[in-house]
């Protein structure tokens, strides 16, 4: 590991001292560990946000898209959500709220693919041309994808194979698997249940779990991803926590390339870059900055007081950039 400094976003010019050092640390330590039991709650918030979105779909038969394109009020900001593995739109509903505040002005549409779907390539592509009817029917000026989880990957391949990158400024990856997850060998555990859903629910969709087995660490998938460079003329930034139980490991979530902000918080929790404030926080300031995030780094733009440790990695040959949160 090369350089390793830490820097104080209130004052560049004095240096905190090493009794403050310490205080911030055991105060992060403290948050850590609160962290795990805010996880918890968000697991339980997102199962409850599932159900309500799979209720609507599969009993009411609502199409999210049409019914979200009503609400179009002429904004020039786009933002596009991707859920990940086992979610769906709800579970972007308070982000949706607060982009679209008169604070924001964001219009936000969250992705509708099937995320059981057997390839993520097909996600992507349906997504892509989303991306396309949604503007040429619209009259934004900055575009804007939200990526979680496997809804990340689902953005890059968008980015780096379809072409979405002459569309978009900026794209945010929150917890995901940019090396794959070792958990996503037990995707066939749920093979058997979802194929007896399908049959007892008719508009529940087939499962057959590719997805997930495109997730596993060194896949075809995996490597394909990460050997093709980033486009030019996009700011990237992957935003994931310090102890991930659904990447594994969760430096697995590292945006393997130098010119991208990876950005850790130190929390316990996969939910937690989807529900907390603090990474709320975060995705807010990244959309709102128009200058990448590193030079706002260097600018205090983030909270005052709080404290980063910068962080240059070199590791199996890729250079990677990581600002870790105290």
Do not use: C
Not at 72 to 94: I, M, P, S
Not at 231 to 253: L, M
Not at 263 to 273: C, V
């Amino acid at each position: 590991m090369g350089e390793r400094k830490v820097l104080s976003l209130r004052n560049h010019s004095k240096k905190p001292s090493d009794e403050a050092t310490r205080k911030k640390e055991r105060l992060s330590n403290l948050r850590l560990f609160a962290s795990a039991y805010a996880e918890g709650y968000y697991i339980i918030q997102n199962l409850l946000d599932h159900i309500i979105d799979f209720g609507e779909t599969s009993l009411m038969g609502q199409k999210y898209l049409p019914s979200r394109m009503k609400e179009y009020k002429g904004q020039k900001k786009l933002a596009f959500l991707y859920h990940g593995y086992f979610q769906g739109t709800v579970g972007y509903e308070r982000l949706e709220r607060i982009l679209e505040s008169e604070l924001f002005n964001i219009f936000a549409i969250s992705g509708t693919y099937q995320p059981y779907s057997q390839d993520i390539r097909k996600s992507a592509e349906y997504e892509m041309r989303v991306l396309e009817w949604v503007l040429n029917n619209t009259d934004v000026e900055e575009v804007y994808l939200i990526g979680h989880s496997q809804g990340g990957l689902v953005v890059r391949y968008m980015i780096q194979f379809l072409g979405a990158d002459k569309y978009i400024d900026k794209a945010i990856f929150l917890s995901t698997p940019h090396r794959g997850t070792r958990l996503a060998y037990g995707s066939n555990i749920n093979k058997f249940p979802m194929k007896i859903l399908s049959r007892i629910l008719p508009n529940f969709p087939s499962i057959e779990g590719e997805s997930a087995k495109q997730m596993r660490p060194n896949s075809q998938f995996i490597r394909r991803l990460n050997s093709k460079n980033l486009p030019k003329g996009v700011d990237y930034t992957s935003i994931y926590t310090y102890i991930d139980p659904v990447v594994w490991p969760s430096s697995s979530a590292r945006l393997p390339y130098r010119e991208a902000n990876n950005i850790l918080l130190r929390k316990i929790g996969h939910m937690q870059t989807l529900y907390d404030f603090q990474a709320i926080e975060l995705i807010l300031k990244t959309v709102l900055l128009g200058q990448p995030f590193s030079d706002a780094y260097k600018k205090g733009a983030h909270k005052s007081g709080e404290l980063f440790e910068k962080r240059h990695i070199n590791r199996g040959g890729s250079e990677i950039n990581e600002f870790v949160t105290y």
